[in-house]
């Protein structure tokens, strides 16, 4: 059996971090006229095309130029210079920004077991290797985990990075049940194209309510339903819920 995670909303709570930079950068591109909240980032990641946040922050700022009359090329906005900005909030100068205050939602510990259980495990992410290589093995202590990043594969829901993290991972790959683990409809999406793709494959997609989803019982039905109407076989609150039995009911 193999487990994929996706790193953001999944490994670490990243609604202090890359949301927070994500709403920043709108701002900042919006001549401080508007700031994003939690819901419309929400709405902009239900669409299912919009993993990166870079594109979505650039995507966010068109978005509200368009509602003040102005046309997507009568807006200058370099995409360099924003992300450049997102950075400096997110990551800082020297791993000092955001991302220094985003709490862990797993122990190592858990990485442990599923190896006991003869599981394979790695990472299929949307964040920059070094941002997922600071969480994983600076934070969580993890040796060398198998990752696929940003800079190694197309956006999700494209699945090419998930079918070469779990060809790192086992070289008789296309045998195993496969289950990835993801918050975002564009992690249940990379499930569906997957299937498409490789329809001979064991595949499932395990949906992970992210903890700023998680503040009210209906927040967290909604969100439950949004996971699942986009493909979701099951989906839990914590990715520790996902375990060898969890996996085996997938069957």
């Not at 903890?211 to 989906?235: E, I, R």
Request: hydrophobic share 35%.
């Amino acid at each position: 059996m193999i487990f994929v995670f996706d790193i953001d909303g999944v490994i670490r709570d990243v609604s202090g971090s890359y949301r927070r930079a994500l709403a920043d950068t709108v701002e900042q591109f919006t001549a401080g006229q508007h700031r994003p909240t939690p819901a419309d980032i929400d709405r902009l990641k239900a669409e299912g095309i919009w993993n990166n946040d870079w594109k979505g922050s650039e995507e966010l700022t068109y978005r509200y130029w368009e509602t003040q009359g102005r046309s997507r090329p009568e807006v200058t906005l370099d995409y360099e210079t924003l992300v450049d900005f997102f950075q400096s909030r997110y990551r800082g100068a020297n791993w000092d920004g955001y991302v220094a205050t985003e709490p862990l939602l797993v122990h190592s510990d858990y990485f442990a077991q599923l190896t006991t259980d003869q599981i394979h495990w790695g990472f299929f992410s949307g964040a920059t290797r070094a941002s997922a290589e600071y969480v994983l093995c600076q934070r969580l202590g993890l040796v060398q985990p198998q990752l696929v990043a940003m800079e190694d594969a197309p956006d999700k829901p494209n699945p090419t990075g998930l079918f070469q993290v779990c060809a790192q991972l086992h070289s008789n790959w296309t045998k195993e049940t496969i289950v990835y683990a993801g918050d975002t409809v564009a992690d249940m999406h990379t499930i569906q194209q997957a299937r498409s793709q490789r329809p001979e494959l064991a595949i499932f997609g395990v949906g992970i309510i992210p903890p700023h989803a998680q503040q009210t019982p209906q927040q967290k039905a909604d969100y439950s339903d949004l996971l699942t109407a986009a493909g979701a076989s099951q989906v839990l609150t914590n990715i520790e819920q996902l375990t060898l039995a969890v996996g085996q009911t997938l069957n």
